[in-house]
């Protein structure tokens, strides 16, 4: 099962007998189930930004471990830095919220598809996390030559800010969804 439907399935137990009992009201029903849609992004986001808070964690394990070799060091505190930036572009993402007098409007389908996108978010989340346990793991093992990890982990970490820009880029107006 996919996270953006575990998130919606829990969302949905959660209601009230009163929001349940509003669904059935014409015009109640489409403005409460995109805010259902926000809520569903921004808890799909929060997981996200959960993930990465462990792999932050990791990388400061990695940092500790390369001091006295100032290439790595150097190397580990640059993906640390863009692991920050990618951990605030998430908890800070824009909700898919638009306003009536908004120029860029956010539409039902726009917003399932941000939760996919989300979804997709946590899945890469999840790969870098696991990723940076791994240089943790062959540091532990006593492994120093973590350079080759090391990029491999800045390139993964640079395609997800850049499929993230994407994201925003779409819901800000400024880019057509392919």
Not at 2 to 26: A, F, H, W
Not at 77 to 100: C, F, M, P, Q, W
Not at 156 to 176: A, S
Request: proline fraction near 1%; glycine fraction near 4%.
């Amino acid at each position: 099962m996919t996270t953006d439907k575990v998130v919606g399935d829990q969302m949905d137990k959660n209601r009230s007998l009163i929001e349940r009992i509003c669904l059935y009201i014409p015009g109640y029903r489409g403005y409460k189930q995109k805010n259902l849609r926000r809520d569903e992004d921004r808890a799909v986001r929060t997981e996200v930004a959960r993930a990465l808070e462990a792999t932050k964690m990791d990388l400061a394990t990695v940092q500790r471990a390369t001091v006295g070799n100032l290439d790595l060091m150097r190397d580990t505190e640059r993906i640390r830095t863009k692991t920050d930036k990618y951990y605030i572009d998430v908890k800070k993402a824009v909700n898919g919220y638009s306003a009536l007098h908004d120029s860029v409007k956010i539409m039902e389908s726009e917003l399932d598809n941000l939760i996919e996108w989300d979804a997709k978010l946590m899945d890469d989340a999840v790969a870098l996390k696991e990723e940076t346990s791994a240089i943790v793991d062959s540091i532990d093992k006593g492994n120093t030559d973590i350079k080759k990890p090391l990029r491999d982990l800045e390139r993964t970490i640079d395609q997800l800010l850049e499929d993230y820009n994407g994201r925003e880029k779409i819901m800000k107006g400024f880019q057509e969804k392919e």
